[in-house]
């Protein structure tokens, strides 16, 4: 039996918080571990960068955290969607939902995940003499085009996966080819004028520029970054929600 868009999103909401508990539940410390472990996680990269090697001088721990913590959102994101179809088959079974809300739910599983890593990573740059400005309000519009474009290449991924389980082989490469050409541990604009441009045609390497200019520098964003990056992903998630609309039955079909 269908059910209503509203009807749909309460379920969504309810097995991505069911998600949220189970996970937290398998873990020793429950609860805590979802402050505990984005705190290791940054703890990790400063002891490496700041402490042990001391490299980059003394605002790269936070210019190399701006961007990881960024992208293990939109990395983590789309590798978990790979499997959000098959993952899910045992619901499948029992009732009926359109297939992209079991993406909708590892995209929202994930985001609140980002939510405390990001707020984590925002009092660490306080605590390092970093002030917010104005501009800091940039961070919604420039965080909402990078959850357009988390939806629509997870939504890509969950498709293809679904009939081609190998497939999460070569995304999971590309997401690591992509992670090195994105400017993670690098800025972009120090780089030659030719590589440095072509390394731009990347619409994420513009994003983690602009994203850093904002946090760390206090500036504004490029508005055509966010326009390209939101344009992009919103293309991604009409081809993938339209392939999964129009694919899903035979994706129920697959997964048992």
Same mark, same amino acid.
């Given at each position: 039996? @269908?059910?209503?868009?509203? *009807?749909?999103?309460?379920?969504?909401? *309810?097995?991505?918080?069911?998600?949220? *508990?189970?996970?937290?539940?398998?873990?020793?410390?429950?609860?805590?571990?979802?402050?505990?472990?984005?705190?290791?996680?940054?703890?990790?990269?400063?002891? $490496?960068?700041?402490?042990?090697?001391?490299?980059?001088?003394?605002?790269?721990?936070?210019?190399?955290?701006?961007?990881?913590?960024?992208? @293990?959102?939109?990395?983590?994101?789309?590798? #978990?969607?790979?499997?959000?179809?098959?993952?899910?088959?045992?619901?499948?079974? *029992? $009732?009926?939902?359109?297939?992209?809300?079991?993406?909708?739910? $590892? $995209?929202?599983?994930?985001?609140?995940?980002?939510?405390?890593?990001?707020?984590?990573?925002?009092?660490?740059?306080?605590?390092?003499?970093?002030?917010?400005?104005?501009?800091?309000?940039?961070?919604?519009?420039?965080?909402?085009?990078?959850?357009?474009?988390?939806?629509?290449?997870?939504?890509?991924? #969950?498709?293809?996966?679904?009939?081609?389980?190998?497939?999460?082989?070569?995304?999971?490469?590309?997401?690591?080819?992509?992670?090195?050409?994105?400017?993670?541990?690098?800025?972009?604009?120090?780089?030659?004028? #030719?590589?440095?441009?072509?390394?731009?045609?990347?619409?994420?390497?513009?994003?983690?520029?602009?994203?850093?200019?904002?946090?760390?520098?206090?500036?504004?964003?490029?508005?055509?970054?966010?326009?390209?990056?939101?344009?992009?992903? #919103?293309?991604?998630?009409?081809?993938?929600?339209?392939?999964?609309?129009?694919?899903?039955?035979?994706?129920?079909?697959?997964?048992?």
């Amino acid at each position: 039996m @269908k059910r209503s868009l509203r *009807q749909t999103w309460n379920l969504i909401w *309810q097995k991505s918080v069911s998600d949220l *508990q189970s996970e937290s539940a398998r873990a020793l410390l429950g609860l805590l571990w979802w402050i505990i472990e984005p705190v290791l996680y940054m703890a990790v990269f400063y002891l $490496v960068f700041k402490i042990g090697f001391r490299m980059g001088g003394p605002d790269f721990v936070a210019f190399l955290l701006a961007g990881l913590v960024c992208w @293990k959102w939109f990395q983590g994101t789309v590798s #978990a969607a790979c499997t959000a179809l098959i993952a899910n088959q045992g619901l499948m079974a *029992q $009732v009926y939902l359109p297939k992209w809300s079991f993406v909708a739910m $590892v $995209v929202l599983t994930n985001a609140f995940k980002f939510s405390l890593l990001l707020l984590l990573f925002l009092l660490y740059l306080l605590a390092e003499g970093y002030r917010p400005t104005g501009n800091w309000l940039y961070l919604v519009p420039l965080l909402g085009s990078l959850l357009i474009l988390i939806c629509g290449c997870a939504a890509n991924s #969950a498709f293809v996966t679904c009939f081609v389980p190998e497939a999460k082989l070569i995304i999971d490469n590309g997401l690591m080819l992509l992670f090195f050409v994105s400017g993670i541990f690098f800025d972009i604009s120090a780089r030659d004028t #030719a590589i440095g441009d072509a390394l731009l045609l990347n619409p994420l390497a513009g994003w983690f520029a602009s994203f850093r200019h904002v946090v760390l520098e206090g500036g504004r964003p490029e508005l055509h970054t966010i326009v390209t990056v939101s344009v992009t992903g #919103a293309i991604l998630l009409l081809i993938g929600v339209g392939l999964l609309r129009r694919f899903d039955h035979q994706i129920a079909k697959v997964s048992l």
